[in-house]
């Protein structure tokens, strides 16, 4: 803390005596004024010393102890019980131990005799001032850090939600929990049709439901959050009192749907969630109400809805977890698929099909969810890379959307995977070995080559060789190797140039590599 922002302390400096308590003040301002900003103020008995302190605060009294009407020490006892900060340090002629204990027991920092000289005041008054500038700069940096926090906190509340909601974290730890003190609510929105999935749209349509809510609860709401995924919408709704919300959020967002679908022309089905739940059952409860939202979907609803309660399908909280972590496969497989890494998403497939396996669809409603997407991301894959006779064979296994069809596709899926796969990593290989042919007097390393490609160093290297059946440098060495030998049978040209058009650092280094491999030098090789 520089002096520029330091704040001015106060001392109050009080002795019956005026010429004591003057010159003192005195010495500990010429000391301390002006390098330690404070201020010093003098009084000559206690009720003086009380009406400056209520008047303006002090941080260190140095007081005498005998003083006529009320001692120092019973001045020291009041100004505590107002200022529990303050510093005291008495001042006294008499070596008296039951002063010493009194002032003691009142906490004082110093018991100072007068006979101990300006001295020890100076010494102790200077400690006094060390210590609460210490303080104040700790409480700085504790302020600061509390700032940071009050900052950082919605940021953290709201990817802490999303982990709940998505059962992506296992339990919370106190601060956590204080985060999310208070009635939660949710409202899911499904959005149909492509033009609905623009990421303008849907912040649009997010921020006017929590726009609206805000507008209308007022003060009641503490927080709200909102989530954007692939075609749905999530809000979360805290309510610091108790009372049921659903119905008031049911009307908002009946209110807010017609508003958006009129100004955005975009169509929107709305679940609301009929109890409050808290941070702990987050999961839960999304879970629930996105198996009714896409429950009133296929049946063809529109509008908005409250999820009562008993009407979802996934109550037994194994399950919840189960279907959580499958959705979360669901949307990976999404990620990967629509990215082209189909081999990467094999693994989330096996998951849900095997889900497939021992579900059906007819009665379990994620099923046939988790059926509809997986179809859905697929046929998008194949119909962009134009694979659509791998779903004629498919479907020689089963009904489009069972699990035996979609095992079957994803083995047809994997195998055009790896050719596909394999055809692009041919390729690279053949591509370091025609620039290793054309630069072959140049710097063909490894490190030049992955900086050519733009694949990392140990990656070229182990396609190069499972491909080439090679390492890259002896790919080289065994090209420039036979490129001399020609030169040497072809050419008149003496042997250090010879040595140069083949890359090799030096002529001495290129006789000695010459002879090691054929068992000559390079003139004898040309001799023969």
């Not at 106060?10 to 005195?26: G, K, N, Y």
């Not at 041919?426 to 063909?444: C, G, K, P, W």
């Amino acid at each position: 803390m520089s002096d520029r922002t330091e704040r001015k302390l106060q001392i109050i400096v009080v002795d019956d005596e005026p010429i004591v308590a003057d010159d003192l003040s005195d010495i500990i301002y010429d000391t301390f004024g002006k390098e330690r900003n404070l201020e010093v103020r003098t009084a000559y008995n206690a009720k003086t010393v009380l009406k400056m302190a209520e008047e303006r605060s002090c941080d260190i009294l140095v007081s005498d102890i005998q003083m006529p009407g009320m001692s120092g020490l019973e001045m020291g006892a009041r100004l505590r019980e107002r200022f529990p900060d303050i510093r005291v340090l008495y001042l006294t002629g008499f070596d008296d131990f039951s002063f010493a204990y009194e002032a003691f027991r009142q906490n004082a920092v110093k018991y100072i005799l007068k006979t101990e000289g300006d001295g020890a005041v100076l010494e102790a008054v200077g400690k006094e001032i060390d210590r609460i500038r210490e303080k104040e700069k700790i409480m700085e940096r504790i302020r600061d850090a509390e700032g940071r926090y009050t900052q950082m906190l919605p940021a953290y509340r709201k990817q802490l939600v999303m982990q709940l909601m998505l059962n992506q974290k296992d339990g919370l730890d106190e601060l956590e929990e204080g985060m999310l003190v208070g009635n939660l609510y949710l409202v899911f929105a499904q959005l149909q049709g492509t033009n609905n999935r623009h990421v303008k749209t849907k912040m649009i349509a997010a921020s006017a439901v929590s726009e609206i809510a805000v507008g209308a609860f007022g003060g009641d709401l503490n927080w709200t959050e909102y989530y954007l995924f692939e075609d749905s919408l999530i809000w979360v709704f805290c309510f610091d009192t108790e009372g049921s919300r659903s119905q008031t959020l049911f009307n908002l967002v009946r209110k807010a749907q017609r508003q958006l679908e009129e100004q955005l022309k975009i169509t929107m089905f709305f679940v609301v969630s009929e109890e409050s739940v808290n941070g702990s059952r987050l999961n839960e409860k999304y879970t629930e109400i996105r198996t009714m939202l896409t429950n009133e979907i296929l049946q063809g609803s529109s509008g908005v809805a409250i999820r009562h309660h008993g009407e979802a399908a996934v109550s037994d909280p194994d399950n919840v977890k189960r279907i959580s972590a499958l959705r979360g496969s669901l949307e990976n497989i999404q990620l990967l698929i629509r990215n082209g890494s189909v081999l990467e998403a094999m693994n989330d497939m096996d998951r849900v099909i095997a889900y497939l396996d021992t579900h059906s669809q007819a009665q379990d409603l994620f099923a046939l969810e988790a059926a509809q997407s997986l179809n859905a991301a697929v046929l998008s894959y194949i119909n962009r890379n134009g694979m659509i006779p791998l779903v004629v064979q498919a479907e020689k296994a089963g009904p489009m959307g069972s699990g035996a069809y979609f095992r079957k596709l994803r083995e047809l899926l994997y195998q055009e995977s790896e050719k596909r796969v394999g055809s692009a990593l041919r390729s690279v290989a053949e591509f370091v070995a025609q620039y290793i042919n054309r630069h072959i007097s140049e710097d063909v390393s490894t490190s030049v080559l992955a900086e050519v490609t733009g694949y990392s160093y140990g990656y070229l290297s182990r396609i190069f060789r499972k491909e080439m059946g090679v390492s890259i440098h002896d790919y080289a060495s065994q090209t420039r190797l036979n490129l001399a030998k020609e030169m040497l049978s072809n050419t008149n040209l003496k042997i250090y140039e010879i040595a140069a058009n083949c890359g090799y650092e030096n002529t001495a280094y290129f006789i000695k590599t010459f002879k090691k491999s054929t068992g000559m030098t390079p003139q004898d090789y040309r001799r023969k």
